[in-house]
């Protein structure tokens, strides 16, 4: 079977908010922003959710949370992030996409999420969700503190370039692979695969997918991964659980096994479906 891999976006696509957004209170409580910047992070929540971001509400976006972390301790960030990961992530993960990303791993493709977010929230949401890879903005840090430069910004081109090097190092064609995205900032990450879907669409990529003919799905069910596996058999903790997000991962990979158990007949590689089997490699 030809080996591909499935892209996703995070915040609309797989989460109902900002993920960066979403951590307002958190960060609050553990000192690292004033009550003034908790309602600011809480607006701007509201009118993400509402409209999403365009290029230039993303670049201000991009301005006033690097501004807001310079001088943040690193290992705080971490701590605060890894101790409400459950409490802040866990309600907001679409049942459509953990479905899809389910379906898409049982047919053997790995998964990749890839977000203009910070490594910190993104990295712990993907191994709560059993991703291969993750493609994140890093910051740059200088004695444990971040300095409010940026190295790597995951946004527009840049998630495509990653793409290709991601592709390149897995050893798949982009043309096999599939990719997922609710805003018209991602149209270089949709346009790089051969399968590329808009999620939830702002109006910009709606008009682009329906240019270029690209299905258009719907997500509008987020629901608690630990409430919607709470009656499923206790399988063996993962080292990802004893580190702290384990309640998701213990469901979604209960999940997989439960679904390609299953199933009958293996897919093929046109769309997602369930294969007999399961494949897990982790990414840099």
């Known amino acids: ?10 915040d ?9 957004l979403a951590f307002g209170r958190p960060f609050f409580q553990g000192g690292l922003i004033n009550r003034r910047t908790v309602l600011k992070t809480a607006y701007a929540q509201f009118v993400f959710s509402l409209a999403g971001a ?4 993303m670049e201000r976006l991009r301005a006033q949370i ?36 389910e379906e898409h791993r049982a047919a053997g493709r790995e998964i990749v999420i890839v977000s203009s977010s910070g490594a910190e929230m993104v990295e712990p949401i993907g191994e709560m969700l059993g991703a291969d890879r993750v ?13 409010g430069e940026i190295e790597f910004y995951a946004y527009a081109e840049n998630k495509a370039a990653a793409m290709r090097e991601v592709a390149a ?15 018209i900032t991602d149209l270089p990450m949709l346009s790089a695969v051969g399968h ?21 799905l719907r997500f509008e069910r987020p629901v ?13 903790v993962t080292g990802a659980a004893a580190m702290g997000v384990g309640a998701a991962v213990v469901g979604l990979a209960w999940y997989a096994r439960h679904r390609a158990l299953r199933a009958a007949l293996p897919a093929g590689d046109d769309a997602p479906g369930p294969l007999s089997g399961r494949r897990r490699r982790r990414g840099a």
Request: proline fraction near 5%; include cysteine; charged fraction near 20%.
């Open 169 to 183: 190092e897995g050893g798949y064609d982009l043309a096999d692979c599939y990719a997922y995205s609710d805003s």
């Open 135 to 147: 493609v994140a903005t890093r910051m740059v840090a200088v004695d444990g503190r971040y300095t």
């Open 224 to 236: 608690s991964m630990r409430s919607r596996f709470a009656t499923a058999p206790t399988p063996v």
């Open 12 to 20: 609309k696509t797989i989460i109902a908010k900002s993920s960066t």
């Open 54 to 57: 365009d290029a230039q509400q």
């Open 1 to 10: 079977m030809t080996r591909a891999a499935a892209f996703f976006d995070l």
């Open 196 to 216: 590329p879907t808009a999620v939830n669409p702002d109006r910009g990529l709606r008009k682009a997918a329906l240019q270029h003919g690209w299905p258009v």
């Open 66 to 101: 690097t501004a807001m972390c310079t001088g943040w301790d690193v290992a705080t960030v971490h701590e605060i992030v890894r101790e409400t990961l459950h409490e802040i992530v866990d309600p907001l993960i679409y049942a459509e996409a953990a479905d899809l990303i």
